[in-house]
């Protein structure tokens, strides 16, 4: 992977205001998931990394949309909106 055209497909990303996945930016990810090396700084691909969470989440949300099998006591009950927002703050 080429870090100019990861840093220019990066910048395109974060001018859009309607934002979507970008098959560079979605090899990137891949790459650093495989390997462990981000090649730029996380304030760089930070706001790339949000989006595809916050994407993944609501896929996950749409294919799973009730909790399933019984409570667990000493689990807290959280509602998705919730949790998925605490994720995303904590991130």
Not at 13 to 42: I, N, R, Y
């Amino acid at each position: 992977m080429e870090i100019d055209s990861l840093e220019e497909a990066l910048r395109d990303f974060d001018k859009k205001t309607k934002k979507e996945p970008s098959p560079v930016l979605e090899q990137f990810l891949c790459h650093v998931a495989k390997t462990g090396q981000t090649m730029v700084q996380w304030s760089e691909f930070k706001d790339y990394f949000l989006f595809k969470l916050e994407k993944v989440m609501d896929d996950f949300r749409s294919s799973a949309p009730e909790q399933r099998g019984p409570a667990n006591p000493n689990v807290e009950s959280v509602p998705f909106e919730d949790m998925k927002e605490r994720i995303l703050k904590i991130v």
